[in-house]
């Protein structure tokens, strides 16, 4: 699957940015979706996943409450609708897709086949 991420940009601290994730090369049905994030220097940080069926959602803790994640089998895309932005939330955000069956899994980067080349969001204060 080829990743492609949009929508990053430069936001005030408490605003809000749309992700966008569009996929090709073979259909997202029975993939999770992920979204993480990376800091230079630091590992990467997972954010938030989606089931293919799209009912279940997990967020970090971080996240939780101010970003939403969905998902468009029908158009082979996700979404990561970032609210209440904060400095710390600056980084590169990157689309990740994987086949993934246990939900303890999803915050892990390795469990996942293709990354997408990430979009910067840079949260000023």
């Known amino acids: 699957v080829n990743l492609v991420e949009s929508g990053g940009g430069l936001v005030q601290a408490g605003g809000s940015l749309r992700l966008s994730c569009e996929a090709s090369g073979r259909t997202l049905n029975g993939l999770v979706l992920s979204w993480f994030r990376q800091n230079p220097g630091r590992e990467r940080e997972f954010v938030a996943a989606i089931r293919w069926d799209g009912r279940t959602a997990h967020y970090s803790d971080s996240v939780e409450g101010r970003f939403a994640i969905s998902r468009d089998n029908a158009k082979n895309a996700a979404y990561l609708q970032m609210s209440s932005l904060k400095p710390e939330d600056t980084a590169v955000y990157y689309c990740?897709?994987?086949?993934?069956?246990?939900?303890?899994?999803?915050?892990?980067?390795?469990?996942?086949?293709?990354w997408g080349q990430g979009t910067q969001v840079t949260v000023s204060s």
């Open positions: 990740a897709s994987g086949r993934i069956n246990y939900s303890y899994l999803f915050s892990r980067a390795r469990e996942y086949d293709d």
